[in-house]
């Protein structure tokens, strides 16, 4: 099966063309994880703020570990301070140090090591209150298989012992193999079914489609990988990745060149050019074109209207919920579309 390609200049026309879609989703109860990064931490704890009442789980990624397998990391005081005023439920990230391969395959080869980090996990969720934790380790191998799935195995069973959530976030893809650089060190190394047998619940990132020439998470992309998964993560331990920022790309030649834009810079796009944009019915992402100097450009940006639409995919599977990656980088017409909590 060959993975879904977008062809730039197809997308580009087609794209100006297309009115603005609206979807309806109602509400329902569902698990809602949102994650928080170091480097988005003002801009995510401004909104936490705002919108603490409709987040179940905080997911900061604030926790590694270095080459000399030693975990290190914790909460600023900020976000201490937010996660106690808002009593909020915590659920760390734990990941390989800039997913450096060779960390993580050091901690797969060494008992030692990998009993520390559990040991080390434990004592800290108690210390500092946590829920749980969720393995972030990425750019692994796919020969360490199997060492991953031992590992997790095992740490889902001291973590369980011990009253403690486990979840892991796993790359997504469609195929059982393929000879590319994606499979081979980012997605090939999980075992849907053993990873969702051993854990709490799969944050499946149904999002960065390596072969897309637009979006980073289109719907069609999104069905692939749940298609794909239908009969390995059961739907009540599926968390569903929703990204919240944009892909930017050069038009000639046809680039990418941003990974990780924000909501809020799209504004500011808007704001200070002239452009033209939509919504892209078929792909279910938001687009945006627009000239800078001699230069032009086009962005693939979520919003409220592709939010909704894969929240409606949540909803209507019965998944468990979804994870969202990441506070600070989203419209905030998303809030919109949630419950507060009881």
């Not at 627009?290 to 894969?310: H, M, N, P, T, V």
């Not at 979804?322 to 980088?329: N, R, Y």
Request: charged share 25%; glycine share 6%; aromatic share 14%.
């Amino acid at each position: 099966m060959k993975r879904l390609k977008f062809f730039s200049s197809l997308i580009f026309v087609i794209a100006l063309f297309l009115a603005p879609v609206l979807c309806s989703a109602e509400t329902q109860s569902f698990e809602r994880l949102f994650y928080l990064s170091p480097a988005k931490e003002k801009t995510g704890i401004e909104s936490i703020k705002k919108n603490y009442s409709k987040i179940d789980i905080l997911a900061p990624q604030v926790y590694g570990i270095g080459p000399h397998l030693i975990t290190v990391g914790g909460l600023s005081a900020k976000l201490q301070k937010v996660v106690k005023d808002y009593n909020l439920k915590v659920m760390p990230l734990i990941a390989n140090s800039a997913f450096r391969q060779d960390i993580i395959h050091n901690l797969l080869i060494s008992e030692t090591a990998q009993n520390n980090v559990i040991a080390f996990m434990i004592k800290e969720a108690k210390a500092k209150n946590f829920i749980g934790w969720q393995f972030d380790f990425e750019n692994i191998s796919y020969k360490d298989k199997d060492l991953y799935s031992t590992f997790i195995e095992k740490t889902g069973k001291k973590l369980k012992e011990n009253s403690l959530l486990f979840s892991v976030a796993a790359v997504s893809r469609i195929v059982d193999y393929e000879n590319t650089d994606a499979f081979k060190n980012w997605s090939g190394v999980f075992d849907y079914k053993k990873i969702a047998d051993a854990t709490d619940f799969v944050s499946l990132m149904t999002y960065d489609d390596n072969n897309s020439m637009g979006p980073s998470s289109s719907i069609l992309f999104v069905n692939a990988v749940l298609n794909y998964v239908k009969d390995k993560i059961p739907a009540e331990k599926l968390s569903m990745g929703i990204p919240l920022y944009y892909w930017g790309w050069t038009i000639s030649p046809y680039k990418r060149i941003r990974s990780g834009g924000s909501w809020q810079r799209v504004q500011n796009i808007k704001a200070s050019t002239a452009c033209v944009s939509g919504f892209f019915e078929a792909l279910g992402v938001s687009w945006l074109s627009y000239a800078y100097g001699s230069e032009r450009y086009l962005i693939w940006f979520e919003d409220k209207k592709s939010f909704e639409l894969k929240l409606n995919i949540v909803k209507n599977n019965n998944f468990m919920g979804f994870s969202a990656w990441v506070l600070g980088d989203e419209d905030p017409a998303i809030w919109d579309l949630l419950e507060k909590r009881s």
